[in-house]
């Protein structure tokens, strides 16, 4: 049985959640792939793997979330602990398979440009062609949820039925700085929430935080068609 290993950065967010909407979104690819193939033998299993230390980004590491949480921490125990190193070796062109997705804080580590940083600055992993605004939607007390708007695109299983979104603290993608790169997955009075670049995917919310395993699933296609299995 072909195996699915994902990573979870821990240090902040909802690790059980993510490991539970893994396994519905490996179901919902075998159903899709069974009405696709009909006799279709392909059958996938996922594994979610907590990554703590830098040793722990292997090459047999399929993807890596980075949750939500607070970003200057996520970024400060990063480097602490030898994962910044360790990801630039991981996600480089030597390791064409893999794949990363930033939630929320993850976000803001993969922008290539971020605003209304803390005084200081903040160290960034960047790669993803956007520009944020770290804290746009405010502090904790003015988190909210809405329905956001999935377009129809690659990867999208249904975009008929609109996904519950949670925003926490949540920063905002203030531009797409290279269009012809990066694909925007939802939307929310039509400003992108969700986004996809080669093999980063992106978004503003927390789908932990719900029961829809759709983009779950945008990340299992997209490490298959890495593994060139789709």
Same mark, same amino acid.
């Given at each position: 049985?072909?195996?699915?290993?994902?990573?979870?950065? @821990?240090?902040?967010?909802?690790?059980?959640?993510?490991?539970?909407?893994?396994?519905?979104?490996?179901?919902?690819?075998?159903?899709?792939?069974?009405?696709? &193939?009909?006799?279709?033998?392909?059958? *996938?299993? =996922?594994? @979610?793997?907590?990554?703590?230390?830098?040793?722990?980004?292997?090459?047999?590491?399929?993807?890596?979330?980075? %949750?939500?949480?607070?970003?200057?921490? /996520?970024?400060?125990?990063?480097?602490?602990?030898? #994962?910044?190193?360790? *990801?630039?070796?991981?996600?480089?062109?030597?390791? %064409?398979?893999?794949?990363?997705?930033?939630?929320?804080?993850?976000?803001?580590?993969?922008?290539?440009? =971020?605003?209304?940083?803390?005084?200081?600055?903040?160290?960034?992993?960047?790669?993803? $062609? =956007?520009?944020?605004?770290?804290?746009? *939607?405010?502090?904790?007390?003015?988190?909210?949820?809405?329905?956001?708007? #999935?377009?129809?695109?690659?990867?999208?299983?249904?975009?008929?039925? *609109?996904?519950?979104?949670?925003?926490?603290?949540?920063? &905002?993608?203030?531009?797409?700085?290279?269009?012809?790169?990066?694909?925007?997955? $939802?939307?929310?009075?039509?400003?992108?929430?969700?986004? @996809?670049?080669?093999?980063?995917? @992106?978004?503003?919310?927390?789908?932990?935080?719900?029961?829809?395993?759709?983009?779950?699933?945008?990340?299992?296609?997209? /490490?298959?068609?890495?593994?060139?299995? #789709?």
């Amino acid at each position: 049985m072909p195996q699915l290993k994902i990573g979870l950065l @821990a240090i902040q967010g909802a690790f059980i959640e993510h490991r539970n909407l893994l396994e519905s979104a490996v179901e919902q690819l075998q159903q899709e792939q069974r009405q696709k &193939k009909q006799n279709s033998k392909d059958c *996938y299993s =996922v594994e @979610a793997i907590e990554v703590r230390r830098g040793d722990q980004l292997t090459e047999d590491l399929d993807a890596l979330i980075i %949750p939500g949480g607070e970003s200057t921490t /996520v970024a400060k125990f990063m480097q602490q602990n030898g #994962l910044l190193d360790a *990801y630039k070796v991981w996600f480089s062109e030597t390791n %064409p398979r893999a794949v990363v997705w930033g939630i929320c804080a993850g976000l803001i580590a993969l922008s290539d440009r =971020v605003v209304d940083m803390k005084t200081g600055g903040q160290t960034l992993i960047q790669g993803l $062609a =956007v520009t944020t605004d770290r804290n746009f *939607y405010g502090r904790q007390r003015e988190s909210f949820e809405c329905q956001i708007e #999935l377009k129809p695109v690659e990867d999208i299983s249904d975009c008929n039925e *609109y996904f519950p979104g949670v925003f926490i603290r949540a920063p &905002k993608i203030l531009s797409i700085d290279k269009p012809e790169s990066v694909r925007v997955l $939802a939307t929310v009075n039509s400003y992108p929430v969700a986004v @996809a670049q080669d093999r980063i995917l @992106a978004c503003s919310f927390h789908p932990e935080l719900t029961e829809d395993p759709r983009l779950h699933l945008v990340l299992l296609k997209m /490490v298959l068609r890495s593994r060139g299995e #789709l």
